[in-house]
């Protein structure tokens, strides 16, 4: 497979894919219909797979010759998938929290000195370790 041959290719239908892996398009219908690749529906009803779909074909057929059952592939992708979700949620809320401290912080070193102290006696030490953590997590 030469990827220079997809560039510009945003969708390919099952045809296309089955002429680019080599894999039966009965093979690629039995593989969504049980939840192992996605596909986009046209309105005249087409399917549509991503360029994303040839890697994971790929990945599907090594993983078969190991002897892997489709159940056991499928699963495994699916905790792949909730990983993903999971970091990515955990960086959006990384990105709130920056932002709120940030802006508690320019908060502070705008009050005066009396009142910064005051502010600083009043956060609890494990919020102070907590926020330590996310500024080097963040950074």
Same mark, same amino acid.
């Given at each position: 497979?030469?990827?220079?041959?997809?560039?510009? +290719? $945003? =969708? &390919?239908?099952?045809? #296309?894919?089955?002429?680019?892996? @080599?894999?039966?398009?009965?093979? %690629?219908?039995?593989?969504?219909?049980?939840?192992?690749?996605?596909?986009?529906?046209?309105?005249?009803?087409?399917?549509?797979?991503?360029?994303?779909? +040839? $890697? =994971? &074909?790929?990945?599907? #057929?090594?993983?078969?010759?190991? @002897?892997?059952?489709?159940?056991? %592939?499928?699963?495994?992708?699916?905790?792949?998938?909730?990983?993903?979700?999971?970091?990515?949620?955990?960086?959006?809320?990384?990105?709130?929290?920056?932002? $709120?401290?940030?802006?508690?912080? #320019?908060?502070?070193?705008?009050?005066?000195?009396?009142?910064?102290?005051?502010?600083?006696?009043?956060?609890?030490?494990?919020?102070?370790?907590?926020?330590?953590?996310?500024?080097?997590?963040?950074?």
């Amino acid at each position: 497979m030469v990827w220079s041959d997809l560039i510009g +290719i $945003e =969708k &390919l239908r099952i045809g #296309e894919l089955a002429e680019k892996t @080599g894999i039966t398009r009965r093979t %690629i219908d039995y593989y969504t219909t049980l939840g192992l690749l996605q596909a986009e529906r046209s309105a005249s009803n087409y399917r549509y797979y991503s360029i994303e779909m +040839i $890697e =994971k &074909l790929q990945l599907i #057929e090594e993983k078969k010759a190991s @002897g892997m059952s489709l159940e056991a %592939i499928k699963k495994q992708f699916e905790e792949v998938q909730i990983e993903e979700v999971d970091i990515q949620e955990l960086r959006l809320q990384m990105q709130y929290l920056e932002k $709120e401290v940030t802006h508690l912080i #320019e908060q502070i070193n705008s009050e005066e000195k009396a009142t910064q102290h005051n502010i600083k006696q009043k956060v609890s030490s494990e919020s102070v370790a907590l926020m330590q953590s996310l500024l080097l997590l963040i950074t």
